[in-house]
């Protein structure tokens, strides 16, 4: 066989094939069985990298515009409609002149009053006239009986003359009075009859039209509305119970509208109003923001889409949220780590921790001691460490002799002050536990606390809540390859990254969000 036989037969299609199945055999092997450079460079972890940043609170909520101040107009007299001098978007003043109706029923209302009025004068003039001639009749018979003259009786009826002629002229006066007062009513209705604005504004809506007759029997038909003024307006948002207590009057207030999509308004939140309203058993609260309008942008009755600022915190150290909900199993080297410095004693006890014991010297130096006011408050401090460890150790010890040859119910799980605790637990409880270590600290620093000034007492206190309230948590750093455990405390959230702050943590620090599942597992 020649060279060029022997070369097509070494690459012929199916020793070509078989040597394909053979490669992709090996290469299989070789990610199943070979090194993993990924994992093994970085311990089988994902992370997160801790950042520098702002952080931005808010709650989103939606709402309709409107004018600050809406004014219906109305008729309070009924008839046909003879003009209408304004339409929709038309600016008013004050007094201006917006429809007239036909007074003409009115008008003869008014002249039967006037009537009814000199006929009323005309019977007062005669009761005046007899009321004369009764009086003079009364006082000659008055002479008379005197005089012994005339009968008793004739003396009687003289006198009830003049009473009931007293009486005719006051009922000609009262008759006189009240036709005036019909009279004056009749030409209110005809001022009526022109209907005029209330305030300066623009009218928004316009529900008449010239020849309609208009009918107010029992209520005011509504004719106008009218804004009072749309420079400024305002948003009624309805914000969730579980929000509301997050709202304060002047936050910030930034919304969006489908009518103008490439633009972004801003708003203040001026009325947080207590009247819930519940809707499927959610409960909202109607919250008022305020807007300049001076360009005229905007309109009454735009849907908006509004975001509340209830918190802004910027060039602070930011975590993804990832890493602050990773917990590690059971099965995993992370779950025996232990923040450097805590003592594993037991749960409230957090007080004397390393981190905290930072955190006091910090809001010690914040107060700007003199030495003797520093060397109170390092005493205090040292024994407060010391009495902290010495809890610890009898807690370790009872906890221990708890334990009976592995038993884990006590030491081994991620409880409160334990990796990956996280600071919960029930809500009732956390509280007691802030409560007693408040206590605690009181006493503690009693010596201290008493060489402040007031001012100085009260920022003490202030910041000895604040670090009490404050929420921690056990994340697991990646130095240089290997994890540790660190405890930091957490701030505000924008649903994405948390404020985070403490002696062990810094900006570019590979905090741990998770674990690879190891090569070739099941």
Known sequence: ???SARSRNLFSPRR?????????????????????????????YRTETV???NIRVTISSTGTLSAISTVTVGSQISGQVTDVLVDFNSPVKKGDILARIDPSTYRAQLEQGNASIASARAQLAQAQASLRNASLDFQRKQDLADQKLIARSDFDLARAALDQARAQVSSAQAQIRQQTASVQ???VNIDRAVITSPVDGVVLTRKIDPGQTVAASFSAPELFTIAEDLSKMQIQLAVDESDIGQIRVGQQVSFTADAFPDRQFKGVVGQVRMAATTTNNVVTYPVIVTVDNSDGTLLPGLTVNAEIEVSSRE??????NAALRFKPGDDSPLAELQPEGASGGPPGAGGGSADMSQDWQALATSLGLNA??????DQALQEMKQRQAERAAQWQQNNASQQGGGNRLFGGGRGFGRPGGGGGGDPNMMAQMRARMRDRLNQQFTAFVATLSPEQRGKWSAGVDAQLSARRV?????SNGKP??????IGASDGTSTEVSGPNIREGDLIISGERAAAGSK
């Open 372 to 377: 003797e006011q520093k060397a109170a408050f």
């Open 51 to 53: 950042q520098r940043g």
């Open 185 to 187: 009513n009749t030409q």
């Open 1 to 3: 066989m020649n060279k």
């Open 474 to 478: 056990t994340v697991y750093r990646s």
């Open 484 to 489: 540790e455990a660190i405890s930091i405390k």
């Open 315 to 320: 060039n602070v150290l930011k975590l993804g």
């Open 16 to 44: 070509l094939g078989v040597a394909a199945v053979v490669i992709a055999a090996l290469a299989g092997a070789w990610y199943l069985w070979g090194p993993r450079g990924a994992s093994a460079g970085d311990g089988g």
